[in-house]
Structure formats: C-alpha cells, structure tokens
Nanobody
Framework: QVQLVESGGGLAQAGGSLRLSCAAS????????MGWFRQPPGKEREFVSS????????AYAVSVKGRFTISRDNAKNAVNLQMNSLKPEDTAVYYC???????????WGQGTQVTVSS
C-alpha cells in the first residue's frame, strides 16, 4: 500500500503562484510514476501532470503547459507541483496519485483545494 498526502493548497490571486507537495509513505518504491489530477467544481477529474520515477519523463495537460512544473524528490518520497501564472480556471481540488505501471494510477491522496480569484 501507498499513502499519499497533499499539502500547499489555498487561495491565490490570478497571476500568482502556489506550490503543491505530495508526501508518499508505505511501499513508495512501487510508484513507477506519480501524477497530479484536478477536479474543478461541477466537472470531472482531469489530468494535470505526471513524472516517472527517474524524473526524466514528464507530461503536462495543454491547459497548464508552460505554467506548471512537476518535480520529484525520491529521497524524500515527495512530488511537487509548482503552479505559476494561475488563472481562475485553475480552481479545483488537486489530487496526487501513484501508478505502479504506465497504464493506470493505483493510489490516490485525499486532495487539496486550490482557489484562484480574479
């Protein structure tokens, strides 16, 4: 099992920045990839970004590319999401996830709220 705990959410103004962190515990060596997802109010959960264990392969949703940066600290069993140039449409609950393979995510955190005001 892998436990994931997100932190760093909160309120930001448009154009501002927030940094989300995800602390992993348990069988973290099984997390081949880590990802961030978000669920805006009234909408379905959507992919934001992912990173492989090696850190040399990242992916971003088109809507956040160039503004968000994902990073991974394997020594600390953590993955971070630096969010810059925030927009009101970035408002969502952000979730951290761990995938043991490439096809799906197996473990999820409880989420952290990000609210961006205009």
């Amino acid at each position: 099992q892998v436990q994931l705990v997100e932190s760093g959410g909160g309120l930001a103004q448009a154009g501002g920045s927030l940094r989300l962190s995800c602390a992993a515990s348990g069988r973290t060596f099984s997390c081949y990839k880590m990802g961030w997802f978000r669920q805006p109010p009234g909408k379905e959960r959507e992919f934001v970004s992912s990173i492989r264990r090696s850190g040399d392969s990242t992916a971003y949703a088109v809507s956040v590319k160039g503004r968000f940066t994902i990073s991974r600290d394997n020594a600390k069993n953590a993955v971070n999401l630096q969010m810059n140039s925030l927009k009101p449409e970035d408002t969502a609950v952000y979730y951290c996830a761990c995938g043991r393979g490439d096809l799906k995510y197996d473990y999820w955190g409880q989420g952290t709220q990000v609210t961006v005001s205009s």
